[in-house]
């Protein structure tokens, strides 16, 4: 479904990544994991399309998207939930859903969509009216993902949900994330930085270290072995 | 009770040009809080729309007293597409995400080429119009509407001057549509999102610099129709754009930036500190007393009124 | 030639000779009369090019100095019989006292808000003037002798001298700010504030020194424009055209440029009079359309100015002509050296330092100390508070409870420049040079807290320069360096101010191997030679061949403290690393 092969990026004048290739199949739920700086971020802009990678392709259903401008890219069924959650503060709850829901598709579904999600998040059902600014981290995380839902998508993007979240809210997110993986049809491609959380869930896991795909492989194999603790402790 | 009739006379007058005042920072208040770009040349964009509705009002002949107001709403429309093209061509470049991060997010440029924009565009209505002083017209315009006598000794007598009440109305109208646009309709909220963070907006599909460019020619449209209704008001000639700059950034400042009715309520008082301050100050110096009050605001409560976002130190 | 380039004073007499020679061929009174405005319009452009030019502050303001410069000229004239000659250094200094008079308020606004009330100034004052009945006060004409003392020249050619005498002396300030700390301090101001008050400069003081200058060129330009035109009214000197005019010419020519405002005149004044007189009178307002649509043309292609334009392309060419770039220096060193002995003094000692941003706790009492000439790195997972730890010690941020002793001082409540003066220096992230200028120039910016003498100062960047290994690079432009070349003059920028203490926020970022390599040898090399350096950094492998000591941050608190080997292998630090899931899996 997603196929990114052997493309190249800067960021800030600085060279990011270095012939990195992904793939995320339907359904899938695909983990991207790294120390700090090793380009995870970038990896995310370079999918949305807010930060331009050049040579290689990046394929969504065959077609290669790497030229595509980033507004468009989110109508193709790509939801992001970028890093820093990065709400509609001066918006409310349910208008940050609402605005969420910008394809035809999405809109037709719309109803159906915010249902699940409040189902999903009770809590943003609670806080419904409240201006999005004032929600707790944790909470803009859920509107955050819920607003990303709202697009209808068939891959669900997330950076590093858990930054700056307290570990229990953490964990209730990676949890919910798990349920969204379950019950829906929607692939997941989840970048983080903490390693435990990221893996146990998922189907498949690349780690990236400056720049580069250092390993790849199932969980099993990823989790075992020095080379982890290596790449993020150096040692 | 002289005193007191020229006072309550002052004060519905400053109602009434303040209503129109109110417009007009509406119109600027959209632009500056749903894109963050400072428009020099909202005056001239006024100054077109009265020209507008004088040349609408005179060809298609439109009489009864709603005249003037259809005048205005009709010539908005063209200042609705002048300043479309305006962004497409001239301010997509130096505003919005294309200089977002950039040094001084692009400012610098956009001010002045905004104050390009206005030399040209007032100079041009020069050009084409020529400087004879116009305005529009009606009988209704030196009609009014009387309330009273008043008070014990029937002396107290109030004037609502029928064109100018109609225009009252009209901007009142326009600004509530334009508040239940902004905050209730899809589009709306999409225009509020795109201002709020470019960026998650972008994640969501929204293309931001069209976003922008709807924001811009509302903004333009909506002082436009203000300026349409005042040209029934004072005779205009293409440089009055300058005058109301600074009455249309001191509403605004005054109101709050970034909130939508804040700049109506600040056109409302500062047209009220004017007619009032007419009561006890010389003619030259009304509009100083605005320029002072705009002073004091951004020195002393940048944030006005009712706003949200202050550049401060 | 190279003399010429150098030379000011030799520029100015060469341009003054041409320009007057020039001027015996011109017969017409009316041109003569323009060829007199020219240079006032040139000091109008120094003026506030000299302000916005350099400080980036937007002033659409500057007619409210040339203003008060013209009417104190013509009321003293008018009321009180005193010649322009003494008149005209008044309105100078009445400029001057203007500009710290709207200076003070206004500094503090940012900005919109900044360029907006500049807009008022002037406006104001319009209005102010019109009421007081100066509507149209004028100098009375003189004759005979008395007429030469109050400047009324019977030959036009006299007026031509004085305009040219004066720009001259606009000019020569010009360059005698550009080529200064004031020029380069005001540039480092601009360019990034935040940097250039971790570098010990004032903002406030050199912004306040700024508008003094330049509201009182712009004073002298109205005086001499009204003993010029004796006639003044409030809308020909507050109005927005006289600002604008101002602008327009230092953008066409070049902003941040000596001569640009100049060149701009010598152009847009007469083009524009031509215009006026030819097709003006018959097409009102064409003039004015012109020159917007040369606004708007010069802000889409040529942002910076003509001239700025024109010399980037000439430079660009000569810049292939040149001898291949320098290499960095670097410097040799063993790793397998023994380590670092340290010092029992105590540099730095942090104590319960704390600070929430809206109920959340960035720093939550952290207390660690830092020994002469050791290095100490801070590391932590994304989040973790490490720079909003360096923005407390470097002053960006108040701290809410907690002490930062250095140099037996409590540096809590301190600003930064006042921080840097103590002696500590900070490195940024971002580096953002002045790309137009040389890698001294930029350098030079971090010795000029310390250093109030000019040559003492660039002897001191020289030094630093050489201390990072980039001693070759001093004359290069830096618009054309590397990240590496980029992040070694940022180092040397900060160490031309000596300091004790060294804050260095990921320098390591997005270096590749080779680059890492160099900037850690440069690093260690410094070390070496007594440097204390506290460095936040990701990539570990470097940092261990570095540090002597390691403070690991999470959620805002240590978590753990001391040597490299010991920290890595803690089961917290893994932990919050790498998840509490992994510690239980992983050991094996």
Redesign the interface.
């Known amino acids: 479904m997603l196929s990114i092969e052997g493309i190249h990026a800067s960021y800030g004048g600085l060279k990011a990544l270095v012939d990195v290739s992904v793939k995320v199949d339907e359904g899938q739920f695909v983990a991207i994991v790294g120390p700090n700086g090793a380009g995870k971020s970038t990896l995310f802009k370079s999918i949305s399309g807010t930060v331009n990678a050049h040579q290689g392709q990046i394929l969504w259903g065959g077609e290669n998207i790497l030229t595509m401008k980033a507004a468009h890219r989110a109508l193709l069924g790509i939801a992001h939930v970028p890093e820093g959650r990065q709400v509609f503060k001066e918006l409310s709850v349910y208008e940050n859903l609402e605005v969420g829901a910008q394809s035809p598709k999405a809109r037709a579904e719309a109803s159906r969509n915010l249902e699940q999600i409040y189902t999903l998040f009770p809590i943003l059902k609670e806080r419904s009216t409240q201006l999005a600014g004032t929600l707790s981290g944790g909470e803009q995380q859920m509107l955050a993902i819920g607003r990303g839902l709202m697009s209808a998508p068939k891959l669900l993007m997330l950076d590093e949900p858990s930054m700056g979240l307290a570990p229990k809210i953490t964990d209730l997110i990676f949890e919910r994330i798990q349920e969204i993986h379950r019950d829906t049809k929607i692939a997941i491609l989840l970048v983080e930085q903490r390693v435990a959380e990221a893996l146990s869930p998922c189907n498949y896991g690349y780690v990236l270290r400056s720049g580069q795909v250092a390993m790849e492989g199932s969980p099993d194999k990823l989790t075992h072995g020095d080379d982890m603790r290596e790449a993020y402790l150096g040692m | 009770m002289i005193v007191l009739e020229n006072f309550f006379q002052s004060l519905i007058a400053g109602l009434l040009i303040g209503s129109l005042y109110g417009l007009m920072c509406v119109g600027l208040g959209l632009i500056f809080g749903l894109m963050r770009v400072i428009n020099f040349a909202q005056g001239e964009f006024l100054m077109l729309g009265m020209y507008g509705a004088f040349y609408v009002f005179s060809w298609f002949g439109l009489s009864g007293i709603l005249g003037p107001v259809l005048a205005a709403l009709v010539s908005s429309l063209f200042s609705f597409g002048l300043g479309w093209i305006i962004h497409q061509f001239l301010l997509s470049n130096s505003t919005g995400r294309a200089v977002a991060g950039t040094e001084g997010d692009g400012h610098y440029q956009q001010l002045i080429l905004t104050l390009g924009v206005s030399l040209v565009l007032a100079n041009g209505a020069l050009l084409v119009f020529g400087n004879l002083p116009l305005s529009i017209r009606t009988p209704y315009a030196s009609q009014a509407w009387e309330l009273g006598p008043l008070a014990d000794d029937g002396m107290l007598m109030f004037f609502f001057n029928q064109a100018r009440v109609m225009a009252l109305l009209a901007a009142v109208v326009i600004t509530g549509a334009t508040y239940l646009f902004i905050s209730r309709s899809r589009i709306g909220k999409t225009l509020r999102a795109a201002a709020d963070n470019p960026d998650a907006a972008t994640y969501m599909g929204i293309d931001v610099t069209r976003a922008h460019r709807i924001s811009f020619s509302l903004g333009v449209a909506i002082t436009a129709i203000a300026g349409g209704l005042v040209a029934s008001y004072y005779p205009f000639q293409p440089y009055i754009g300058l005058e109301f700059v600074v009455i249309m950034y001191a509403g605004v400042v005054l109101g709050g930036l970034g909130s939508i009715m804040g700049p109506f309520w600040g056109g409302l008082i500062i047209g009220i500190v004017q007619q009032l301050s007419a009561l006890v100050l010389p003619m030259q110096l009304q509009n100083g007393t605005i320029f002072v009050l705009f002073l004091l605001v951004i020195l002393f409560r940048p944030q006005g009124l009712f706003g949200k976002n202050v550049e401060r130190v | 030639m190279q003399l010429l380039r150098n030379n000011i004073y030799a520029q100015l007499g060469i341009f003054a000779f041409v320009y007057l020679t020039s001027t015996f061929f011109i017969d017409d009174n009316y041109f003569r009369f323009v060829l007199s405005t020219v240079p006032i319009w040139a000091i109008m452009g120094i003026s506030w090019n000299i302000f916005s030019g350099y400080t980036?502050l937007?002033s659409?303001g500057h007619a409210a100095f040339f203003g008060i410069g013209a009417y104190t000229v013509v009321i003293l004239s008018m009321t009180f019989g005193i010649s322009p000659m003494i008149g005209i250094p008044l309105g100078c200094v009445g400029g001057l006292i203007g500009g710290i008079l709207i200076g003070y308020?206004?500094?503090?606004?940012?900005?919109?808000?900044f360029?907006?009330?500049m807009?008022?100034?002037p406006?104001?004052l319009l209005?102010?003037f019109?009421?007081m009945g100066y509507q149209e006060p004028t100098i009375p004409m003189r004759t005979g002798d008395e007429a030469f003392w109050h400047m009324q020249f019977e030959n036009p050619f006299y007026n031509i001298v004085v305009s040219v005498v004066l720009m001259s002396l606009a000019i020569w300030v010009s360059h005698k700010i550009h080529s200064s700390r004031f020029g380069l301090s005001l540039t480092a101001i601009k360019?990034n504030e935040a940097a250039a008050e971790s570098a010990g400069l004032d903002s406030a003081k050199w912004k306040m020194r700024a508008i003094m200058v330049s509201g009182a060129l712009a004073g002298l330009a109205g005086g001499w424009y009204a003993a010029l035109v004796l006639v003044v009214t409030p809308n020909s000197v507050f109005g927005?055209l006289t600002s604008?005019q101002a602008?327009i010419v230092t953008?066409f020519g070049g902003v941040s440029t000596v001569w640009g405002p100049v060149v701009g005149s010598l152009v847009l004044i007469p083009t524009s009079e031509i215009i006026q007189a030819t097709v003006g009178e018959k097409?009102?307002?064409?003039?004015?359309?012109l020159?917007?649509?040369?606004?708007?043309l010069?802000?889409?292609f040529a942002?910076d100015g003509i001239l700025t334009k024109l010399k980037s392309l000439v430079f660009r060419s000569n810049k292939h002509a040149d001898a291949g770039t320098p290499e960095v220096t670097v410097p040799v060193r063993d790793d397998t050296a023994s380590k670092r002995s340290l010092s029992s003094e105590i540099m730095l000692d942090v104590r319960g330092l704390s600070v929430s941003f809206g109920g959340?706790q960035a720093v939550a009492d952290v207390s660690f100390q830092v020994h002469k000439g050791e290095v100490l790195g801070i590391i932590g997972?994304?989040?973790a508070g490490k720079t909003t730890l360096f923005n407390l010690l470097n002053g960006f941020i108040p701290a809410s409870a907690g002490e930062i002793i250095f140099a037996d001082t409590n540096l809590v409540g301190l600003k930064p420049n006042q921080v840097c003066r103590l002696g500590v220096g900070r490195t940024f992230q971002?580096a953002?040079p002045f790309s137009r200028l040389s890698v001294l120039e930029n350098v030079i910016v971090g010795a000029f807290a310390k250093d109030a003498d000019d040559e003492t100062a660039r002897k001191h960047a020289l030094e630093a320069l050489g201390r990072v290994g980039m001693l070759g690079h001093a004359e290069v432009l830096a618009g054309g360096l590397n990240?590496l070349e980029l992040r070694l003059m940022e180092l040397a920028r900060v160490l031309a101010g000596r300091p004790d203490l060294l804050l260095m926020d990921?320098t390591l970022?997005?270096?590749?191997a080779d680059e890492v390599e160099i900037m850690l040898s440069t690093l260690n090399h410094l070390a070496d030679q007594g440097q204390s350096i506290v460095i936040i950094e990701?990539?570990?492998?470097a940092?261990?061949r570095l540090v002597d000591r390691f403070i690991v941050l999470n959620?805002g608190s240590v978590l753990a403290a001391g040597e490299?080997?010991a920290v890595?292998k803690d089961p917290l630090?893994?932990e919050a690393?790498?998840?509490?899931?992994?510690v239980n899996?992983?050991e094996?």
Do not use: C
């Not at chain 3, 097409?283 to 359309?289: E, F, M, P, S, T």
């Not at chain 3, 970022?509 to 590749?512: D, S």
């Not at chain 3, 990701?538 to 492998?541: D, L």
């Open positions: 980036g937007v659409f308020p206004t500094f503090r606004l940012r900005g919109v808000y360029a907006l009330a807009l008022a100034y406006l104001t209005y102010i019109e009421w360019q927005m604008s602008m953008l097409l009102h307002g064409i003039h004015g359309v020159l917007g649509v040369a606004i708007i010069m802000m889409l942002p959340l997972p994304n989040g971002v953002r990240s990921e970022a997005g270096l590749g990701h990539t570990m492998q940092m261990v959620h490299p080997a890595m630090v893994i690393y790498l998840g509490k899931k992994w899996n992983a094996h």
